[in-house]
C-alpha cells in the first residue's frame, strides 16, 4: 500500500433536500413521467442526460453491467445500439431480461427500468446508423467488440483497414453485426431523495395480463 492516506468511504455522504414525489405527481403511464423527468434533466444542462447502466445476466446467471446511450424512446420501450455480438449482445440472446438505472445524481434522481429486450427492425437499425458521424460508423465495422485484442496498435490497424476498405462510399453500410435492442418495460421505479435517507421511491408496474399500471410505494 502506498504512503497516501486512504479516504474513509463510510464518511463519504450528502444530504439529501426536501423535494419529495407522491403518487398524484405521476403521469399515466411510465413513459410519459419518464419524458417529464428527463426534460427536466436535458433542461437542467446535465451531462450526457441520457446515459444509463445496462445490466444483463449470462444463461449461466453471471450478471455484468456497463453504460451505453439511450437512443430511442416510445411507447414501445427504450433503445439503445450496439455490437450485437459483444458480451451484452450475447447475454441478451441468451437471457432477455435486462435492468436499465439512469443515474441523474445532481437532481438527486434515479430511474430504474426492468423489461424484456428484443432487437428492432432492420429499417430502424438502418435508419439511425445512418443518421451517425461516419467515424462512428467506421468504428462500428472495426471493432470487435468484448474480444480481447493484442494491443492499440492492432485495433489501429483494422481502423486503418475499414477507412481504406470504404474510402470510396459515400454511404457506409450498416454492419449485418450491428443493431438496436428496445427494451420493453414491465417495472419503472423513481427514485427522489429526500432527508435522513427516506427517499421516495414509486414503482410501475404492468400486472400478467394486465393492460394498465399500477403504481406502489417502496420503503428506502
Known amino acids: 500500500m502506498s504512503g497516501q492516506p486512504q479516504q474513509d468511504l463510510g464518511r463519504l455522504r450528502r444530504e439529501y ?15 410519459a413521467m419518464f ?3 428527463f426534460d427536466e434533466t436535458v433542461a437542467a444542462g446535465l451531462h450526457e442526460p441520457n446515459a444509463m447502466v445496462v445490466a444483463t445476466v449470462s444463461g449461466d ?12 424512446l416510445d411507447e414501445r420501450g427504450f433503445v439503445f445500439y450496439t455490437n450485437l455480438d459483444s458480451r451484452k449482445g450475447a447475454e441478451i440472446a441468451a437471457n432477455p431480461a435486462v435492468s436499465l438505472l439512469f443515474p441523474w445524481h445532481d437532481l438527486q434522481r434515479q430511474v430504474r427500468v ?61 454492419p449485418p453485426f450491428w443493431g438496436g435492442i428496445r427494451v420493453a418495460p414491465e417495472a419503472v421505479e423513481f427514485w ?22 399500477t403504481v406502489q410505494r417502496l420503503a428506502p
Do not use: C, N
Not at 61 to 72: C, D, E, I, M, N
Not at 128 to 149: C, D, H, I, K, T
Not at 192 to 213: C, E
Open 17 to 31: 433536500g426536501d423535494r419529495g414525489l407522491d403518487t398524484p405527481d405521476l403521469a399515466d403511464d411510465p413513459i
Open 61 to 72: 446467471g453471471r450478471p455484468s453491467a456497463r453504460l451505453v446511450l439511450l437512443k430511442g
Open 114 to 174: 426492468e423489461g424484456l429486450a428484443s432487437r428492432v427492425s432492420a429499417e430502424e437499425s438502418e435508419a439511425y446508423f445512418a443518421a451517425r458521424p461516419r467515424e462512428s460508423q467506421l468504428g462500428a465495422w472495426a471493432s470487435p467488440q468484448s474480444q480481447v485484442v493484442s494491443s492499440r496498435s492492432a485495433l489501429d490497424e483494422r481502423y486503418g483497414g475499414v477507412l481504406a476498405r470504404f474510402a470510396d462510399v459515400d454511404a457506409v453500410p450498416l
Open 192 to 213: 427522489q431523495g429526500r432527508k435522513g435517507r427516506m427517499h421516495d421511491r414509486l414503482l410501475y408496474r404492468r400486472g400478467a395480463g394486465q393492460p394498465g399500471w
Open 35 to 37: 419524458r417529464r423527468w
